[in-house]
Nanobody, 127 residues
């Protein structure tokens, strides 16, 4: 099991930018895939973005595409989520997730595809 620690969440104004970080406790396998999800009370956890460790391939939800960018620093075992032009509907707890063995036929937009999860970091966007 890999421990994931998210950071960077805070209260922000609409239109601002934030960068979230997800630090992994162990070296990431080249077969790893990381995802960012968000959740608000009473709602299911929602896919935001994912990145494959071997080739840096990314995927985004339509809600954040063109505003958010997921990236990684292999030397630091850290994944980032750069969030620009924040909107109130981006409010939620943001979770980092990991599947250490990427499989191309798995749907990585669903939470159950991931093995390890962080505790989350709160992002609140006011209008």
């Amino acid at each position: 099991q890999v421990d994931l620690v998210e950071s960077g969440g805070r209260l922000a104004q609409a239109g601002e930018s934030l960068r979230l970080s997800c630090a992994a406790s162990a070296h990431s396998l080249r077969t790893s895939i990381y995802g960012w999800f968000r959740q608000v009370p009473g709602m299911e956890r929602e896919f935001v973005a994912s990145i494959r460790w071997d080739d840096g391939g990314t995927e985004y939800s339509t809600a954040v595409q063109d505003r958010f960018t997921i990236s990684m620093d292999s030397a630091k075992n850290t994944v980032y989520l750069q969030m620009n032009n924040l909107k109130p509907e981006d409010t939620g707890v943001y979770y980092c997730a990991l599947d250490p063995t990427f499989y191309k036929y798995t749907d990585y937009q669903i939470p159950s595809s991931y093995i390890d999860w962080g505790q989350g970091t709160q992002v609140t966007v006011s209008s």
